[in-house]
């Protein structure tokens, strides 16, 4: 697909649907993060592709809300090989991703390369933040939703 930037997504199996914002990265080289309040929206990382180009374009959420209720990627660990990601594009076409799998990483050892690497085709990458710790307050890890485009 040509270049489009997104404007919504819906995932069929959460019942998610959000429009997307466009984040970037801070000063520290870190992605920014969507507001949290109420935990939604879903955000774009604008420094990757767009939804349906080459490449692994990325899309970032909350798990939870700042109210303590469920954020707008708090059901990506149900997603399941085979489920779809519709991404609505400003063009007026819609791409389509499928899930391959889900995994979970210490946010100190986020595989970067594999996340937000080339890859040979249009591919959609989901994150969210994982692994609370009550002691600390703290999500110390971040889930990855991986999905290649519907062909």
Not at 37 to 57: K, L
Request: charged share 20%; hydrophobic share 35%.
């Amino acid at each position: 697909m040509t270049a489009s930037e997104p404007v919504s997504v819906r995932i069929p199996r959460t019942g998610t649907e959000s429009e997307l914002l466009r984040l970037g990265l801070r000063e520290n080289g870190s992605l920014e993060v969507p507001p949290g309040d109420p935990g939604a929206p879903a955000a774009w990382y604008n420094g990757s592709p767009t939804p349906g180009e080459v490449g692994p374009a990325v899309l970032l959420g909350h798990v939870n809300a700042t109210d303590g209720g469920p954020g707008v990627f708090a059901g990506l660990r149900a997603l399941a090989p085979g489920d779809t990601v519709e991404v609505a594009r400003e063009d007026g076409s819609t791409a389509v991703f499928v899930v391959e799998r889900g995994e979970q990483y210490d946010k100190d050892a986020f595989p970067t390369l594999a996340v937000y690497g080339n890859t040979e085709g249009p591919e959609l990458r989901l994150i969210t933040c994982d692994g609370y710790d009550p002691a600390t307050g703290e999500f110390d890890d971040n889930y990855v939703v991986y999905a290649r485009l519907a062909g």
